[in-house]
């Protein structure tokens, strides 16, 4: 009737229903937006205000009235309502949870955060549901920084209520979805203390800060679980993740001498204090590979996984990994008799599930090094209907590369430089591989391979720390090579180093935007589009599309 223009008549009905049900408080509410439709300005406050001064205290009524108002996307007077409904309840319900939300409608992030932390400071138990909120309110919040208005805000509280640790936990929370892992260190080492956690959180966190790259703190979280002492719970775990730690951050770069002997010296202490079991089994082998591939003691590394293989009271799948790795210390002492051997044990026990498709595909690569294309590609064409996407997507790369270069070239003789590249790569001595790459570049300048050249060389020069330069590199796979199969790769590389190397949010965005919709069926295409949306700020358990 109002988009007829029937006002005389719905304002007679209106009125009418009033007078029959005076306590229905919406009535006004649609007389009022009937005289605003009209521009009618003082006759709808009127109308309005009366069903504010007529709330009783039942939380019934005032959450109806103040729907009704949101209905009509009056923000405003929703707020009025809920604030009189807090005054006539007197205590009993405080309508935090409700102001918070219109608040985020109105853009007001100070008045929102204190809504959600003064519901907080009444019910910790809103904490998880608080969390959603802020995260999509980041989203909503694109022109102002409210992680910096929460973060200032929740200090305030904490500084004033330091036993309240919801504060805390928000706060810890908020720097884990900036990836400050520091800061959610120096917080959750302050609950630890005070809580007497015996480590608790700082085991999880340092999980969480590994798998995230952030090695440093990490290793602060393991470092502080060890000094409580060797009675705690989660002393032997934190370890054993600590010699983890170090391991992965030694293997992504370029270590000195120094800091390979003493992860050697860490691990022997690990693995004597802990014993040699299932709980140091990882460290133990994780030490062979030190010994093997850093401190070239292949005899000794070899002694160590033989030893660790014949240990009682481990789990399948640790032995099978513990086989691929002494077949791979063979393969590094080009040995292919002895690591053929481990390679189809492990694959011969393990058919049809992930672990003996990785034996098959180490088989296919040792064949790769060695210039056996054709057998290479013959096991790399089964392995490509893999059930393991990860496994199954490495070996359509390799077959790939082999088939397309060898179709280009039949002699194979730039391949076959390329693979004797990947094998100096595969024994850590990079300098040579690089100028091998060269040497490719220089004879075979237009040959199919340069865009695995290119790649390969940003790899070496991550490794190296060079992260600029990784990225020329990667970008002109990206760029020049965008429809061969190393495009999606080069792109995800240069997301990652933006996002975990130079903390460049929006640069690693366009770069996790441009995998999905220039590669919608690339093996990283789902993960990439996580990470766009966790930048973004989207609620990712709640929402479903971009």
Not at 229 to 246: C, Q
Not at 312 to 337: C, F, H, P, S, V
Not at 384 to 400: E, G, P, V, Y
Request: charged residues 30%; negative net charge; hydrophobic residues 35%.
């Amino acid at each position: 009737m109002i988009e007829l223009k029937r006002f005389d008549e719905i304002e007679k009905e209106l009125k009418k229903n009033i007078k029959k049900d005076k306590n229905n408080l919406s009535l006004y509410v649609d007389l009022g937006s009937v005289y605003k439709a009209q521009g009618l300005e003082e006759k709808t406050n009127q109308q309005y205000e009366t069903a504010i001064k007529k709330l009783k205290p039942q939380h019934g009524i005032i959450s109806t009235l103040a729907n009704t108002f949101l209905y009509q996307q009056e923000y405003e007077w929703a707020e009025k309502t809920y604030i009189k409904g807090r005054k006539l309840l007197n205590g009993t319900y405080t309508f935090n949870y409700e102001l918070a939300n219109i608040y985020l409608y109105l853009h007001d992030y100070d008045k929102m955060i204190n809504e959600y932390l003064s519901l907080l400071e009444i019910n910790r138990s809103y904490l998880n549901s608080v969390q959603s909120r802020l995260q999509s309110a980041v989203y909503m919040a694109k022109d102002e920084d409210l992680n910096e208005i929460l973060k200032k805000n929740l200090i305030l509280k904490i500084q004033k209520n330091s036993k309240n640790d919801v504060f805390q936990e928000l706060l810890i929370w908020l720097y884990i979805q900036e990836k400050d892992f520091y800061g959610a260190f120096v917080q959750s080492k302050a609950l630890d203390k005070r809580n007497q956690e015996d480590g608790e959180r700082l085991y999880i966190l340092g999980k969480l800060a590994a798998q995230n790259k952030d090695y440093n703190t990490a290793t602060d979280c393991f470092n502080y679980i060890i000094d409580l002492g060797s009675d705690k719970v989660y002393y032997s775990f934190a370890k054993t993740e600590l010699s983890e730690v170090l391991f992965q951050k030694i293997t992504e770069t370029n270590p000195t001498k120094e800091e390979i002997l003493s992860l050697e010296k860490l691990f022997n202490e690990t693995i004597e204090e802990i014993g040699k079991n299932k709980n140091s089994f990882t460290t133990i082998v994780n030490l062979a590979k030190l010994e093997a591939f850093y401190l070239n003691n292949y005899t000794k590394a070899i002694s160590i996984l033989e030893d660790a293989i014949k240990m009682q009271g481990i789990k399948r799948n640790m032995l099978n990994n513990a086989k691929l790795t002494l077949g791979d210390i063979y393969l590094l002492k080009q040995e292919d008799w002895n690591a053929t051997i481990y390679y189809a044990q492990v694959e011969q026990n393990n058919k049809n599930n992930p672990i003996g498709h990785e034996a098959r595909f180490r088989k296919a690569k040792l064949a790769y090094y060695i210039g056996e294309f054709q057998w290479a590609l013959a096991q790399l064409n089964v392995l490509k209907a893999a059930t393991s996407k990860l496994i199954s997507n490495d070996a359509f790369q390799l077959s790939s590369l082999i088939s397309t270069n060898l179709e280009y070239d039949s002699s194979g003789k730039a391949l076959k430089l390329y693979s004797r590249a990947d094998f100096l790569v595969y024994t850590k001595n990079d300098s040579l591989a690089f100028l091998t790459l060269d040497t490719i570049q220089d004879l075979y300048p237009t040959n199919s391979i340069i865009d695995e050249v290119l790649f390969m060389k940003g790899d070496i020069e991550y490794r190296k720390e060079n992260f600029e330069k990784s990225l020329e590199y990667y970008a002109q796979v990206s760029d020049n090579y965008e429809f061969d199969i190393l495009a999606d790769d080069a792109l995800y590389k240069q997301a990652e180093i933006q996002y975990y190397i130079f903390k460049d949010k929006e640069k690693a965005m366009e770069l996790y935007k441009r995998i999905m919709l220039e590669h919608p069926d690339s093996y990283y295409s789902t993960e990439a589009r996580k990470k766009f949306r966790e930048l973004r700020g989207d609620d990712i358990e709640n929402e479903d599309n971009i």
